[in-house]
């Protein structure tokens, strides 16, 4: 049995680099305003991402929108029909999480859970050869699609 080691870890991710990393004019230089932003923007993306996690979801509240989706006034008998399917699919997958309980959704933790993600990607860039890591103005500033 193999172990992926740190060392492993780290060339993984610096491997990939190239297919999550953008190129910016504005990280040519280092400038805070530029970082800050970009940071921001990150983290509301991951914030968002994270708030649709399968953990926040609670299948019982869309049960009752679906219902209400179903049961609106005024649509065609195929129309419902279809909404009738949609409401049988929905509960062929969630109906035996009906009962669970949800995690209720910490926005405060999931901006830590960014800044974490973050300090670690600026961390393993550090790893970086010389060659490259002395053409990178700022190494902060990371675009990364699936943060």
């Known amino acids: 049995m193999k172990y992926f080691t740190k060392d492993f870890y780290i ?4 491997s990939y680099a190239n297919r999550y990393v953008k190129k910016s ?3 040519e230089k280092k400038d805070e305003a530029f970082y800050r932003k970009q940071y921001d923007k990150q983290c509301a993306i991951f914030v968002q991402h994270d708030r649709m996690s399968e953990i926040y979801r609670d299948p019982a509240e869309e049960l009752r929108k679906i219902d209400e989706f179903v049961n609106e006034p005024n649509i065609s008998d195929q129309e419902r029909k279809r909404r009738e399917e949609f409401k049988e699919t929905h509960l062929y997958l969630y109906g035996d999480k009906l009962n669970r309980k949800v995690c209720p959704f910490d926005e405060e933790v999931s901006r830590r859970k960014f800044a974490e993600n973050h300090k670690t990607r600026i961390a393993i860039y550090g790893n970086l050869p010389k060659e490259i890591s002395d053409r990178i103005a700022d190494i902060r500033v990371v675009h990364a699609p699936d943060v």
């Open 25 to 27: 004019k504005g990280a």
């Open 11 to 14: 060339t993984e991710w610096l």
